[in-house]
């Protein structure tokens, strides 16, 4: 079964400051995506970017960009020049297949990270 | 821009009442999903549906069931309301054509109170 660690329950960091947020996973798949999610206090789900496991070059999403070391098992991501609306949680998932090896999109969730953007 | 809307936002429950937990998104998505996300945890899939008429368990379907008749709705039940389903309900959607690498949308969300 495929796994989604964050070991970091909370990261805090200065407003202006990058930060990086850790994901390592879990999995015998050769082909897979990885995703991070941003939830507010408000309690939505926001898509933030995503990294297949084939893709040579990190994907970037403006301020977002994400550090994937695939021989690591990390993607990690990385908030540059954090803002007070950075504040929220961040979730790390991977697309999950069945034992017949089809997808059908579903995600398995790491625990989550609370970043806290001082002013 | 609906997106996903999910109904209602709060619910309290007493233990052994039944509810349905409404979802419908308009983007013409073929694939479906129910989350549960408990305190301080990530989400956790519920069951899922990969067009009308097909469904499938998650990791965590016991004392639910879901119905898929069109492409725009995916209702969760709940049977006979357990304590241990106090919880916050998301539903989302996605588009796969081939590919299964598409982001999920989500809706706000349900918070459901089981007293």
């Known amino acids: 079964a495929q796994k989604i660690t964050q070991t970091q329950p909370g990261m805090f960091v200065q407003e202006k400051e990058a930060v990086t947020l850790d994901c390592t996973y879990d999995?015998?798949?050769?082909?897979?995506?990885l995703f991070w999610y941003k939830q507010p206090s408000s309690g939505e789900m926001i898509f933030l970017i995503y990294?297949?496991?084939?893709?040579?070059q990190n994907a970037t999403e403006g301020r977002y960009s994400l550090n994937f070391q695939k021989a690591r098992k990390s993607a990690n991501l990385v908030i540059s020049a954090s803002q007070l609306g950075d504040s929220a949680m961040y979730f790390c998932?991977?697309?999950?297949?069945?034992?017949?090896?089809?997808?059908?999109?579903?995600?398995?969730f790491g625990q989550g990270t609370i970043l806290t953007v001082h002013p | 821009n609906a997106g996903v809307t999910q109904t209602p936002k709060f619910r309290i429950l007493k233990i052994g009442q039944s509810m349905t937990l409404q979802c419908t998104q308009d983007m013409n998505h073929n694939y479906m999903y129910w989350y549960r996300q408990d305190p301080g945890m990530g989400l956790k899939l519920i069951y899922y549906s990969v067009g009308a008429g097909i469904t499938d368990k998650g990791e965590v379907p016991n004392g639910y069931n879901v119905s898929r008749s069109t492409t725009e709705d995916f209702p969760l039940r709940l049977e006979l309301a357990a304590p241990s389903q106090t919880s916050v309900y998301f539903c989302?959607?996605?588009?796969?054509?081939?590919?299964?690498?598409?982001?999920?949308?989500f809706g706000d969300g349900t918070r459901l109170s089981i007293l």
């Open positions: 989302a959607s996605s588009y796969s054509q081939g590919s299964a690498d598409q982001p999920q949308h």
């Open positions: 999995t015998s798949d050769q082909s897979y995506g």
């Open positions: 998932a991977m697309r999950e297949f069945n034992a017949g090896g089809t997808s059908y999109g579903k995600l398995t």
């Open positions: 990294q297949g496991s084939y893709d040579e």
